[in-house]
């Protein structure tokens, strides 16, 4: 055995030469987009000649010879030895290890000593560290930095002087970051942020049977008809938050989102309560968007599971698309705002200049507090009027109609005068809530950078909420007795009381007794009683009932809890800590959605495929879905996204008529098609007229048009579409005028070749060649014929042979097999073209052909198509939208544009020079008749925000 320096003889030399020896084409080969990076030092291989040599002999004692030089000995010797073996004999034997290690001297061409530990790589023991750790949630460079210098220096190397040079054990930070990404990235499923976390749900609900999880992707559809969209949902529960939700969530709840906890514009929404110990979350969901139908699936889902929660009161911020979910979805249930933010409102608005406040905002203020505070209606009616008689309201519109109309109009949420009398108004605001939000981003997700969907749902199933179930229980066992003792001070009905209540009991016991006088306590009906304070001449009412004890007090109406009045009635029904309920061991078994908008932008560059399930459409790279981090305009590797408009038609169109917009498919499957130009993709150009026939089937000029799209975007594949037209030329035999046998092309070059070939002129088929291999695989939606492929064969070996004879000597027409894969069958006539571009996008991307088929997800296909080709058009500006030809193509006419869009037109192609085009005029007239309509119920409207690189 032989082990080199590792700057010894590169053995990659050869096929590195041949790589260089390639042809690049052009003259600035440099200014290339998506070209591989250049290793200006491309090795360190330095043809060192040092080398360890290692030796392993065995021996065996028993089979020894005594003349080494006798032939005869040494073959009867070893005749004994092989049957021995044979017999399967104990047999004697020892190893005996020879090295020769090489001296400093023998190393040559490169660094020693102390700076050569530089170049070295990094110990594999810290690589499997590093991997350990990440599993466990480090995700910080400089946190897993001083793991590993604790690893090297107690584990690894322990009382060892190893030179920070020595990048092995040392390893920079580029490196440790390197290493991390790849662990990451080993422990995700999948690329796609939402399969991978279809399969941790997966997981969770088969470790965790008595939790709740439900999951639907943004490609997945569960239902049919007019059902929800197919916007993203998680929703989660788990079986000790069912309980809590059960034993305090019948009174009040509350509800608020948290926003910025990953890099996709979701929305994360808690429902909290109150127990005994402080706030609790007791049900989570995310959602794509934040609207009022989104909210109401999240609560009937969380109802589903809770069938007995009716919620009496809920505390929520002022949204109107969160109280009508929530009073929509609860009939009897009202709705409060939240106080604090209430004045957050207030104050904001008060304080801008363009209101005209100005100096005389705390005047005001103050005003709206009293009115908020008022105690009663009267007192309400009377603040009300207060405020409408100063100065500063009477001469400010914009204060009127705003105070008016947004808070004075739904007074009965935040005036505690209009409050219903059994509404617990200890709790009125949601900051209980805020702090759990802040808890879960800056102590939990703040380790972890990468933004993805599944770290922040993973984070907040198997740590945030298990860690806070663990508090609750902590906090209940502290407040026992048998934790610790109580001070004789506190009397022994307010033992085992939860720490909240003890001390809100003990302000309110009197300094002078530690209980009421039986005299004072006299009884005026069943369980009703008037109580004789012991420091005043005042006399309250106090009702001890089977649900919930009254008071008169103030004391009682302000904070809902015991008072000293109710304190001296026995049979007080108090919740007490519930810990005996609650299971001790918290372990867990670990296991297209819309961008924020401030990282949204309309340019993309031609790259898409789709994900393996339909309605997301994914690139190549570290991350599938829409990333947070902001692109450069320049950047070739962008990101598309199938995001949801949330436009209503006449928006769309109106705004297609007067900015630079491309239309949607929505809009062109809307109006009649006048075969103008719409997208022009390499050198393919697209008419509204293929548009419009994509709803039922595919033209050639679509096909190719994506096919070409889908070439660029695997930039780490060689990748080549022929024209259709010429493929069908290829494999249907037809004359060699339509292909030329492609002489110009080196088929060599390419890795795949995507050919779809028309058969008999109305039926689809994809064709990929594999030069490299010399295979072509078949793929017909339909099935696929033995004769069918035969002929498929001796077709391409007879296109070979003609390059062949006309001098392309590359590859030769001998060797070359047809084979298919399993896929997806087509189950319609008229959808083989939609079949053939899935099948493309699913290929080089190295993905299983099967997808869902069922006619809404081929019609999503079908209209993702559509949008990509419209987002990612070149400028047309220089294009005659009637006649498709560049401007300069009919120099000696004028060059005039459409008066309401961004489309011009050769003269001769329209007649005349002030115009509105057909486009438009069709638009007008579409605008007229949906108006009304779309105004009583607007759709929603689905299209891809595409994002192109500027080429320059």
Known sequence: MVKECHHGPDKQRRAKERRKQKPTPGDHNYSRKGKSRKKIQDSKKQSCPAMIRIRAIMKFPDFKIDSYNNKFLKRQISRKLKQAFANRDPIKKSMVYLLSYPSANDHKNHLTGEFAGFTQRVDPKLVTRIKELVAEGVRNVSEMKRHLLISVKNDICPDQDIPKTNRRFFPLDKDIKNHMDIAINSLRFSKDDQLNLETLVESWQESNSEDSFFLRTSY????????????????????????????????????????????????????????????????????????????QEGLKKIKEWNPGWTPKYFITDYDEREIQAVEEVFQECTVYLCSFHREQSWTRWLKQLKHGVGSNQDEIIELMR???????????????????????????????????????????????ALRQNNFNIRMTTTNGLERKHQEFKRGYLSHYSEGSLCTMITTLVSNFLPDSYRSYITYNIQSLEFC????????????????MLVEHCIKRIPPEVQNIPVENIQEIGERAFDVHSVDSNNVYKVMITNTEP??????????????????????????????????????RKAGSLPLRKKYRKKNVNHSVHFAENDDVMIIDGTYDMPCRQEMSIDSVNTTMEQSMANDTITEQMAECQSKDRPATVEILWTIKPFDYLVSKIGSFKVTDTSISYLKSSLSDEVIDAYLHLLTETK??????????????????????????????????????????????????????????????????????????????????????????????????????????????????????????????ELVISDMPLMFSCRPDNLHQIRRGIGNQLLQATEPLFEYCRACSLHREARRNEDWIGCEKCDKFFHSGCVGVSNFTCAMCTSLDQHLVNLEPDLRKDPPKIWYLKCKRSSRG
Request: proline share 3%.
């Open 220 to 295: 997945d559809t569960t239902s049919q008809g007019d059902s929800p969209s197919q916007d993203f949902l998680f929703v989660h529960q788990t079986a000790w938050q069912r309980r809590l939700l059960d034993l305090y969530g019948r009174d009040i709840c509350i509800m608020d989102a948290t926003y910025k906890t990953s890099k996709y514009a979701l929305p994360l929404f808690f429902i909290c309560v109150q127990t005994n110990v402080g706030h609790s979350i007791c049900g989570s969901f995310v959602l794509s968007t934040e609207s009022k139908n989104a909210i």
């Open 370 to 416: 009293r009115i908020a505070n008022a105690n009663s209606e009267t007192n309400y009616e009377e603040a009300v009027v207060k405020l409408k008689e100063n100065q500063h309201w009477q001469n400010n519109q914009k204060l009127q109609k705003w105070f008016d109309k947004q808070w004075l109009s739904v007074s009965h949420r935040w005036v505690k």
């Open 484 to 499: 610790k003792k109580y001070s004789t001070s506190v009397p022994t009905f307010l033992h085992n009381r939860p720490r």
């Open 550 to 587: 009254t008071c008169t007090c103030e004391d009682y109406a302000r904070h809902h809890l015991p008072s000293s009045k109710i304190k001296t009635d026995a049979g007080l029904p108090i919740n007490t800590s519930d810990h005996h309920r609650s299971p001790l061991t918290l372990k």
């Open 715 to 840: 930039k780490n594949k060689r990748l080549l579409a022929i024209d259709s037209s010429i493929a069908t030329a290829i494999f249907q035999g037809i004359s060699e005028n339509f292909h030329g046998f492609m002489t110009q092309t080196k088929f060599s070059s390419y890795d795949m070749i995507l050919a779809a070939v028309n058969e008999n002129n109305s039926h689809w088929t994809l064709i990929v060649i594999h030069p490299g291999d010399k295979k072509l695989v078949y793929i017909n939606p339909l099935g696929e014929l033995k004769r069918t492929m035969q002929n498929i064969g001796v077709k391409w070996r007879e296109f070979i042979l003609g390059r062949v004879r006309r001098g392309v000597n590359e590859l030769s027409e001998d060797g070359w097999k047809v084979e298919t894969v399993k896929h997806t069958k087509q189950y319609d006539s008229n959808s083989c073209g939609v079949y053939v571009v899935k099948f493309a």
